[in-house]
């Protein structure tokens, strides 16, 4: 097959060394694999889905439920390239920041007057637009 530069993605990636074991909050369940993550200061070690203006920490990877023990558990790739799920009404574009825009989904990072801001890539940034995806790269 010819090489086409239409087949290059960066969609799939991660780096097994960056995916750490959280607790996860109350919030978390299986149906939030694949959507981005940020921290839950209320308790150690915990994450929760990505609320609206929340900095994106990582996406989660697998969901444990431990309810014997008390408890609920998941991997967080806080690196990868992977798509997350862009909130319903939202505009993102390749090359935007993203942050969280609740539930584990993500809109553009924009300044106080409402417009797209500066992107910071050393937080992340868009390679890609999938359907109502982003493919987004955090290393």
């Known amino acids: 097959m010819a090489y086409s530069h239409q087949n290059v993605t960066l969609r799939g990636f991660h780096w097994e060394a960056s995916s750490l074991t959280f ?3 109350s919030a978390v369940t299986i149906a939030h694999i694949g959507k981005a993550m ?3 200061s209320s308790a150690a070690n915990t994450v929760k889905p990505a609320g609206d203006g929340d900095i994106i920490i990582g996406r989660l ?3 444990e439920d431990r309810s014997v023990e008390g408890t609920k558990v998941g991997a967080v790739e806080l ?11 939202e505009t993102v574009a390749v090359g935007d920041t993203v942050i ?6 993500v809109k553009r990072r924009e300044n106080t007057a409402g417009d ?4 910071n890539h050393a937080m992340n940034f868009v390679a890609e637009i999938i359907g109502t995806n982003a493919v987004v790269v955090k290393v």
């Open 100 to 105: 969280g825009a609740g539930a584990g989904e």
């Open 23 to 25: 607790n996860l909050s």
């Open 38 to 40: 940020s921290l839950d």
């Open 116 to 119: 797209a801001a500066e992107p």
């Open 61 to 63: 990877a697998s969901f």
């Open 79 to 89: 690196q990868f390239a992977n798509t997350l799920p862009i909130k319903d009404g």
